[in-house]
T-cell receptor, first 113, second 116 residues
Framework: AQSVTQPDIHITVSEGASLELRCNYS??????LFWYVQSPGQGLQLLLK??????LVQGIKGFEAEFKRSQSSFNLRKPSVHWSDAAEYFC???????????FGQGTILTVHP | DTEVTQTPKHLVMGMTNKKSLKCEQH?????MYWYKQKAKKPPELMFV???????INESVPSRFSPECPNSSLLNLHLHALQPEDSALYLC???????????????FGPGTRLTVL
């Protein structure tokens, strides 16, 4: 069965500081990995995705993530956080042949001015 | 147009009511999804439709009844709900079912449901 762990429930950073959100997955085959962002009461927006190839993936809004198979990780990074990045971030793993996305518990990001 | 729309935005219903949630997309996607998201929790898959046929039912109680009348529209019919069913209901769509390079799920803004 596929599963995702996001160890950090809540992270606080100062505006302009760098950010890393952790994600560990468990999946029996080649994982398909995603990072989504959700503002309060809103739907989810895809930041980036990994299917194969280059293990460093670039996304929208200046985010990137690195897939490390040996560590079963897919951590999200941003070099300089903006106040508008405050939101909840979900890592998810998807299956090749069927539509289920399994999400981690989410990490709430607070940005201090 | 890369938008998934959901109506209504908010819904309050009693336990004896019957109501429906609606989801629409005009991206030509052939897979559509319902997720349930409780407060401070991640979304959980409820149903998947692929080419207008039910593909996945994640053991959802029968008081939730999905319907896919055509490839652009997905409904969720609600009947005899419980207060613990109060949640944000998210709809999503993708080109096809399953994860592929070009096959991301696009999410709607959700319907906030409160059951009294």
């Amino acid at each position: 069965a596929q599963s995702v762990t996001q160890p950090d429930i809540h992270i606080t950073v100062s505006e302009g500081a760098s950010l890393e959100l952790r994600c560990n997955y468990s999946y029996g085959a080649t994982p398909y990995l995603f990072w989504y962002v959700q503002s309060p009461g809103q739907g989810l927006q895809l930041l980036l995705k990994y299917f194969s190839g280059d293990t460093l993936v670039q996304g929208i809004k200046g985010f990137e993530a690195e897939f490390k198979r040996s560590q079963s990780s897919f951590n999200l990074r941003k070099p300089s956080v903006h106040w508008s990045d405050a939101a909840e971030y979900f890592c998810a793993v998807g299956a090749r042949s069927y539509g289920k996305l399994t999400f981690g518990q989410g990490t709430i990001l607070t940005v201090h001015p | 147009d890369t938008e998934v729309t959901q109506t209504p935005k908010h819904l309050v219903m009693g336990m004896t009511n019957k109501k429906s949630l609606k989801c629409e997309q005009h991206m030509g996607h052939r897979a559509m999804y319902w997720y349930k998201q409780k407060a401070k929790k991640p979304p959980e898959l409820m149903f998947v439709y692929s080419y207008e046929k039910l593909s996945i039912n994640e053991s959802v109680p029968s008081r939730f009844s999905p319907e896919c009348p055509n490839s652009s529209l997905l409904n969720l019919h609600l009947h005899a709900l419980q207060p613990e069913d109060s949640a944000l209901y998210l709809c999503a769509s993708s080109q096809e079912e399953g994860a592929r390079t070009d096959n991301e799920q696009f999410f709607g803004p959700g319907t906030r449901l409160t059951v009294l």
